[in-house]
Nanobody, 117 residues
């Protein structure tokens, strides 16, 4: 059974930084394409950043240049470094793992990020 556990959310002032972590258990981490998604109140969940098992990354336009996704296959963990945060980044952030070559998705429980102006 694949499980994802996020951590690192919290309250930060505008302009500040946070680093989210997502640890995966129960399967071969290197087989997954990993991603971070977020959902703000009243809005649909949106993709923030993804990283393949080969390290290829992709970012939403709204976070390019501010957020960095990375992964440590040895620790079975994906990270999201978030800099220059603004109130529009306030949301619940979710980690997702997709088994390469499939549409089998696994989600974490989410972690709240609140950016105060």
């Amino acid at each position: 059974q694949v499980q994802l556990v996020e951590s690192g959310g919290g309250l930060v002032q505008a302009g500040g930084s946070l680093r989210l972590s997502c640890e995966v258990s129960g399967s071969i981490f290197s087989s997954f394409v990993m991603g971070w998604y977020r959902q703000a109140p009243g809005k649909q969940r949106e993709s923030v950043a993804t990283i393949t098992n080969g390290g290829t990354t992709n970012y939403a336009d709204s976070v390019k240049g501010r957020f960095t996704i990375s992964r440590d296959n040895g620790k079975k963990t994906v990270y999201l470094q978030m800099n220059s945060l603004n109130p529009e980044d306030t949301a619940v952030y979710y980690c997702k793992a997709r088994l390469t070559g499939t549409i089998s998705d696994y989600w974490g429980q989410g972690t709240q990020v609140t950016v105060a102006s």
